[in-house]
């Protein structure tokens, strides 16, 4: 079809010339809907491919994957960087890098102050200590700050969704102590896959990409009058670091990975052999009136 046919029929189906203002509900749907006209023209998309198409996303909706397709699409941190640019416009720079909170968080897990030990689970992995320091930007500790910490284990899974691990394994919120430190002992984690052969492998393989993400660990810090942090580090050294298919990756974000052995150290954490240590420090931003808020309301899993 010519375009001006094809935005004669959108102008029927979109009622164009109702006279009533557009929602902004209409204006992004009847825009989603013209491209996606356009695009079946330009294409020449046919009838089995559209369907096919509807039948893919029937199935990506059932097996619970958007979360994993938008990340794979970049979607998620297209979403980070625009919110980046807002805070630059309002003089709102520097601190801790955001990334991607990705679709794998649970709410409700236990809360420690100070130190908390996330694995639960007997389990194989390099055993890792991190720790470090809450700050505003002037450099003053954020006393009592809520540090949330989630990531994989050895093999990549994440509890609730890996049935294999107890509720809440390798996941914990500690409180900052009265100087904004916290600590936590872990194993060290693995990239996650996507599921094999799931939507979102489906989708990577046709597009030509992998749906492997490197080593990480998520984190929200969130603090009275201070902008909710939403963020990762990586672990250092994994050969997926810069290749991550969710595009999460930063600079500010892969801290140093020390391997300890000195003994006195191996003995005051109450380990025989030497482990992973990660010191980083988080540097958060103070709530603004003029800005859209840090905490992004998105729906989330709780047992
Ligand atoms: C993850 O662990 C993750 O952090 C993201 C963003 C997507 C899939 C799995
Ligand atoms: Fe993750």
Redesign the pocket.
């Known amino acids: 079809m010519d375009k001006q046919a094809i935005d004669a029929v959108l102008r029927k189906i979109q009622g164009a010339d109702s006279g009533q203002p557009a929602s902004r509900v209409q204006q992004i749907v009847n825009r989603i809907v013209h491209d996606l006209f356009h695009t079946i023209e330009d294409f020449d998309v046919q009838p089995e491919e559209f369907w096919s198409a509807m039948a893919y996303l029937t199935d990506a909706g059932r097996n619970g994957e958007y979360?994993?397709i938008a990340?794979g699409l970049g979607l998620?941190h297209f979403l980070d960087l625009r919110s980046d640019e807002a805070e630059a416009r309002a003089g709102v720079t520097g601190g801790t890098p955001r990334t991607?909170?990705?679709?794998?968080y649970v709410a409700g897990a236990p809360e420690e102050n100070g130190f908390a030990r996330l694995d639960q689970d007997p389990q194989e992995g390099d055993v890792l200590f991190m720790q470090g320091q809450v700050r505003d930007m002037d450099g003053k500790p954020v006393a009592h700050a809520l540090v949330e910490v989630w990531h994989?284990n050895h093999l990549g899974g994440?509890s609730f969704f890996d049935p294999s691990q107890s509720p809440f394994n390798l996941r914990r919120s500690i409180r900052t102590d009265a100087d904004g430190r916290y600590r936590f002992r872990s194993r060290v984690p693995v990239g996650?896959s996507?599921p094999p052969g799931g939507s979102t492998d489906q989708l990577m393989k046709l597009l030509g990409r992998h749906g492997t993400?490197p080593a990480?660990i998520?984190f929200f810090i969130s603090a009275p009058g201070m902008r909710k942090l939403t963020t990762?580090i990586n672990i250092e050294g994994d050969p997926f670091l810069w290749d991550d298919f969710?595009f999460?990756t930063r600079d500010g974000l892969v801290p140093a990975l020390k391997q300890v052995t000195d003994a006195a150290a191996i003995r005051s954490n109450e380990l025989d052999a030497p482990f992973y240590s990660i010191d980083f420090d988080f540097t958060m931003h103070r709530e603004q009136a003029d800005l859209p808020k840090a905490e992004v309301d998105r729906v989330h899993f709780a047992p």
């Open positions: 979360g994993l990340a998620e991607i909170e990705g679709p794998l994989a994440y996650y996507v993400r990480h998520h990762q969710a999460a």
